[in-house]
Every structure is written in structure tokens, then in C-alpha cells.
């Protein structure tokens, strides 16, 4: 089979959905922004009326193809429309997931926006194969794996090819520290890749890196300038983020579009690595993305913190269960110590503690009401008695 050719090829990322422009607290832009490793400043002061500039764009982006185009006198995101345009003698290839997930292909579609999911087992680590094919053999000697926000890196990695002498390790399985897989350059056409996962995983993207091909690329990022205002690209972020834009342009058109020079790109001091729990531990090395701890305390070696293990198998996870070692869904609690009736060895209630004595309280109060009726009625026999001693005389 002949090489294909991918001509063209456009994203087009927040110029889709729009809302009503506003100008946002500073807190907001950063709580955005800090989602950014990476920005260029723009400067358009040659720029009379409201024009759409172009930016080039020559880096390549570690995680994802998102910006953020911030107004700096403003304070105000704008729309944007990033383009990418390659030439590129690139070998097909398809993937086979095993193991339970969903659609394989959305790992290969350059769409960042799908996803395939691996379904977590209740008590153990998840294990899937990913099972690349070729029409022809092909050399690599790096993957990426892009996440979906919110996920780990899975716990471990292995790559295997077929060659003409049977299987063969071109990785061993070892601990992923990063989303980039580097091995020495290896030919094959049948690649597999052996994941463990103890957090559930999702992945946008297989992003494979094919020695010999042929790639000649140009990346640039549009947006409508106003005269005198000076704007901030932000770029490379480590997961998705949603900004209030405003109405955009026809961004698409190659009507009336400046080219500018950006400056030099800069490392944002803003940005902060996104840690879901705040515990402190980054989620792609996080053991229990959604709970904190800080600790990472994995009793069971299942590659899932025990925070948000479910030792009981109840259902109800470890960080919420009141009784983490004796199933109990209802999570029953009568007297609010926050431990499970069923594991709660003494009850803090002086009636629980002692049975007997509701019973008791219930017969002396019963005693009181009758010895109070007797005095009553004695004291009414009483009053009657000396009200007809009186008629009587």
C-alpha cells in the first residue's frame, strides 16, 4: 500500500461556541491562564482599525492544541482560530484496543476533543493492550500519550513489535514519570503496548513519532486585534480549559489577515500543574486524583490510593465509607459518631450502651405520673369532704 498524504490539515479551537463578551476579574484570567506552561506577548500598535492578525506558530506542543488569546488592556479572552498545514508522507496506521475500552480509533484521529476510555476493575489494577498495525513496517522511537483532563498516567508501560523471529521487548515494562515513552529506534509493523492503570484512564491521543517521514509544517494562530492594544498568547497546556469568549469573525477568511511577529516564547510563572484533590501530588503521578492524600498510602499494591480504594466492596469508597472494612451501603449511623453501626464496637449514647435503661426511665416516669394522680385525687377527696362538713352547718 502507498503512503498517504495528509495535505492539509486545520484546528479550529474556540472559535466554535461563543458567549457574550465580559470583562473577567483578574482572579479568573489566572485561574484560566495558570493552566499554561508556555505564552508569547503581541504587540499591534501599527494597527488603525480592528484587523485579524496571524501569528506563526513553530513550536511544537508537548500536551495539547489549546491557547488562551487574552486582551491585556482589556482583561478580556478573545476567539481564535489556530491552522496547522503539513505535508507528510506518514504510513497508515490503525489500533486494536484490548481489555475492555471503547473506540480505539479515537486515539488516532488528531482530535483532542475525543477520548477512549479503559474501564477500571473494582480490586485491581487495570490492564489493556494497544495493538498498532501498518500496511508496511515503520520505525519509531517515541510515543506520546495525551490524557483527557483530570487522569493519570497510567503505573506502568511495555512495548513489544513482531518481527520475522517471533516477539521481541523493545521496552521493558517499566513506571510511566511522563506522557512521553522514549526506546531506540525499532522497525516494525505490528506493535503492542501493554498499559497498567490503577486510576481510571482516558486517552485523546496516541501521538506516535515516525523516523524517515517526510513533515514539512507551518502553524499559525488568528484572532482580531484592536488598535492600540497589546495581547498575551498562552499555549501549551497540560489539560482543557474553558474561557468566556466573545462573538468571533469570519477568522477562517484569508481576506485582510496581517502577519505579525510574535516575541520570543516565555515560560509562565502563572502556571500551576493540575492537581484535581490539592493535595500537592500532580494528577498524572496522583494514586487517587479526586481525594487528597498527600501520603499516597496504597496498603493493597493495586496502583489506586486507599483513600479511594473500596477494600469492603460495598460501593461506597474508603475516604466516604463510615465502616471501610465491613460492607455496609446504607452507611446506618444512629448515633452520628460518624462510624457505621456495624463496626461500632461501643455505641456513644449512654441508651445504647445500656439497653435496660430507656425501660427504667419509662417506669419511674410512669411511677411519678401515678404517685402525682394520687395526691391529686386524694386532695380532691379531701376538699370535697370539708366542703360538705361546711353545707352541713
Given at each position: 500500500?502507498?503512503?498517504f498524504?495528509?495535505?492539509?490539515?486545520?484546528f479550529?479551537?474556540?472559535?466554535?461556541?461563543?458567549?457574550?463578551?465580559?470583562?473577567?476579574?483578574?482572579?479568573?484570567?489566572e485561574?484560566?491562564?495558570?493552566?499554561?506552561?508556555?505564552?508569547?506577548?503581541?504587540?499591534?500598535?501599527?494597527?488603525?482599525?480592528?484587523?485579524?492578525v496571524?501569528?506563526p506558530?513553530?513550536?511544537?506542543?508537548?500536551?495539547?492544541?489549546?491557547?488562551?488569546v487574552?486582551d491585556?488592556?482589556?482583561?478580556?479572552?478573545?476567539?481564535?482560530y489556530?491552522?496547522?498545514?503539513?505535508s507528510v508522507?506518514?504510513?497508515?496506521i490503525?489500533?486494536?484496543?484490548?481489555?475492555g475500552?471503547?473506540?480505539?480509533?479515537?486515539?488516532?484521529d488528531?482530535?483532542?476533543?475525543?477520548?477512549?476510555?479503559f474501564?477500571?476493575?473494582?480490586?485491581?489494577?487495570?490492564?489493556?493492550?494497544?495493538?498498532?498495525?501498518?500496511?508496511?513496517?515503520?520505525?519509531?522511537?517515541?510515543?506520546?500519550?495525551?490524557l483527557?483532563?483530570?487522569?493519570?498516567?497510567?503505573?506502568?508501560?511495555?512495548i513489544?513489535?513482531?518481527?520475522?523471529?517471533?516477539e521481541?521487548i523493545?521496552?521493558?515494562?517499566?513506571?510511566?514519570?511522563?506522557?512521553?515513552?522514549?526506546?531506540?529506534?525499532?522497525t516494525?509493523?505490528?506493535?503492542t503496548?501493554?498499559?497498567?492503570?490503577?486510576?481510571?484512564?482516558?486517552?485523546?491521543?496516541?501521538?506516535?513519532?515516525e523516523?524517515?517521514?517526510?513533515?514539512?509544517a507551518?502553524?499559525?494562530?488568528?484572532f482580531?486585534?484592536?488598535?492600540?492594544?497589546n495581547?498575551?498568547v498562552?499555549?501549551?497546556?497540560?489539560?482543557?480549559?474553558q474561557?468566556?469568549?466573545?462573538?468571533?469573525?469570519?477568522?477562517?477568511?484569508?481576506?485582510d489577515?496581517?502577519?505579525?511577529?510574535?516575541?520570543?516564547s516565555?515560560?509562565n510563572?502563572?502556571?500551576?500543574?493540575?492537581d484535581?484533590?490539592?493535595?500537592?501530588?500532580?494528577?498524572?503521578?496522583?494514586?487517587?486524583?479526586?481525594?487528597s492524600?498527600?501520603?499516597?498510602?496504597?496498603?493493597?499494591?493495586?496502583?489506586?490510593?486507599?483513600?479511594?480504594?473500596d477494600?469492603?466492596k460495598?460501593?461506597?469508597?474508603?475516604?466516604?465509607?463510615?465502616?471501610p472494612?465491613?460492607?455496609?451501603?446504607?452507611?446506618?449511623?444512629?448515633?452520628?459518631?460518624?462510624?457505621?453501626?456495624?463496626c461500632?464496637?461501643?455505641?456513644s449514647?449512654?441508651?445504647e450502651?445500656?439497653?435496660?435503661?430507656?425501660?427504667?426511665?419509662?417506669?419511674?416516669?410512669?411511677?411519678?405520673?401515678l404517685?402525682?394522680?394520687?395526691?391529686t385525687?386524694?386532695?380532691?377527696?379531701?376538699?370535697?369532704?370539708?366542703?360538705?362538713?361546711?353545707?352541713?352547718?
Open positions: 500500500m502507498k503512503n498524504f495528509l495535505v492539509l490539515a486545520i479550529a479551537f474556540g472559535a466554535v461556541t461563543f458567549a457574550s463578551a465580559e470583562q473577567i476579574p483578574a482572579s479568573g484570567a485561574a484560566t491562564t495558570s493552566a499554561f506552561q508556555k505564552y508569547k506577548d503581541v504587540s499591534t500598535i501599527g494597527v488603525k482599525v480592528p484587523t485579524v496571524e501569528v506558530f513553530s513550536e511544537d506542543f508537548a500536551n495539547r492544541f489549546n491557547f488562551a487574552l491585556t488592556e482589556a482583561n478580556i479572552f478573545q476567539p481564535y489556530f491552522i496547522e498545514k503539513r508522507a506518514r504510513t497508515p490503525s489500533v486494536v484496543v484490548n481489555g475500552a471503547s473506540v480505539g480509533s479515537n486515539m488516532l488528531g482530535d483532542t476533543n475525543t477520548f477512549t476510555e474501564t477500571l476493575p473494582e480490586s485491581e489494577q487495570g490492564q489493556t493492550q494497544l495493538i498498532l498495525t501498518s500496511a508496511k513496517p515503520i520505525t519509531m522511537s517515541s510515543i506520546t500519550l495525551f483527557e483532563q483530570y487522569v493519570a498516567l497510567p503505573t506502568s508501560i511495555e513489544r513489535v513482531r518481527t520475522e523471529s517471533g521481541k523493545v521496552l521493558a515494562r517499566s513506571r510511566m514519570n511522563n506522557s512521553m515513552v522514549v526506546f531506540p529506534k525499532t516494525s509493523s505490528e506493535w503496548i501493554a498499559l497498567t492503570y490503577g486510576q481510571p484512564l482516558r486517552i485523546t491521543e496516541l501521538v506516535l513519532r523516523e524517515g517521514a517526510d513533515s514539512v507551518s502553524r499559525s494562530l488568528r482580531l486585534a484592536q488598535p492600540k492594544h495581547y498575551r498562552y499555549f501549551d497546556a497540560d489539560r482543557s480549559v474561557m468566556r469568549v466573545g462573538e468571533a469573525g469570519n477568522l477562517s477568511s484569508n481576506t489577515v496581517l502577519v505579525i511577529r510574535a516575541s520570543q516565555q515560560i510563572d502563572g502556571y500551576v500543574i493540575a484535581t484533590d490539592g493535595d500537592s501530588i500532580p494528577d498524572i503521578r496522583d494514586n487517587c486524583v479526586s481525594a492524600n498527600m501520603d499516597q498510602v496504597d496498603e493493597n499494591a493495586n496502583g489506586r490510593g486507599d483513600v479511594c480504594d477494600f469492603d460495598d460501593g461506597v469508597v474508603n475516604s466516604t465509607d463510615n465502616c472494612n465491613e460492607p455496609n451501603l446504607n452507611q446506618a449511623d444512629i448515633d452520628g459518631d460518624k462510624i457505621g453501626d456495624i461500632d464496637k461501643e455505641e449514647r449512654v441508651t450502651k445500656y439497653t435496660w435503661l430507656p425501660w427504667a426511665g419509662m417506669g419511674f416516669a410512669g411511677l411519678v405520673l404517685v402525682l394522680f394520687t395526691i385525687a386524694r386532695s380532691m377527696m379531701t376538699k370535697k369532704v370539708d366542703d360538705g362538713g361546711e353545707n352541713l352547718g
